[in-house]
């Protein structure tokens, strides 16, 4: 069973920066595709940033530029840095993994649909991360 557990998140001023970390254990094979999630309260969950195991990675337009995503395989660590940070910003954030099955289409989408579908996928427990003006 794939188990993923995120720390690194806090409370920063606006402006400020955070970096996101999420240990990964459990993997039967090295092509997981993962990523972020946010959701804030009253909102739905969101995607934020993705990678896929051969370091394509994927951004939404609301974080493009301020946020970097990256992944450590060796220590099979995947990170999210978070720079210029708005109050808008404030969430929790969840470290996500999904195993797209070969005739997924399209391995980009079959991750970022998680956010509608989220038993298709692995979870962490979140880690919240709280912007202030």
């Known amino acids: 069973q794939v188990q993923l557990v995120e720390s690194g998140g806090g409370s920063v001023q606006s402006g400020g920066s955070l970096t996101l970390s999420c240990v990964a254990s459990?993997?039967?094979?090295?092509?997981?595709?993962m990523g972020w999630f946010r959701q804030a309260p009253g909102k739905q969950r969101e995607g934020v940033a993705s990678i896929d195991s051969d370091g394509t990675t994927t951004y939404a337009a609301s974080v493009k530029g301020r946020f970097t995503i990256s992944q450590d395989n060796g220590k099979n660590t995947l990170y999210l840095q978070l720079n210029s940070l708005e109050p808008d910003y404030t969430a929790m954030y969840y470290c996500?993994?999904?195993?797209?099955?070969?005739?997924?289409?399209?391995?980009?989408?079959?991750?970022?649909?998680?956010?509608?579908?989220?038993?298709?996928?692995?979870w962490g427990r979140g880690t919240q991360v709280t912007v202030s003006s």
């Open positions: 459990g993997y039967t094979h090295s092509n997981y595709y």
């Open positions: 996500a993994a999904a195993d797209p099955p070969p005739n997924c289409g399209s391995r980009v989408a079959y991750f970022w649909g998680l956010a509608r579908r989220p038993a298709f996928g692995f």
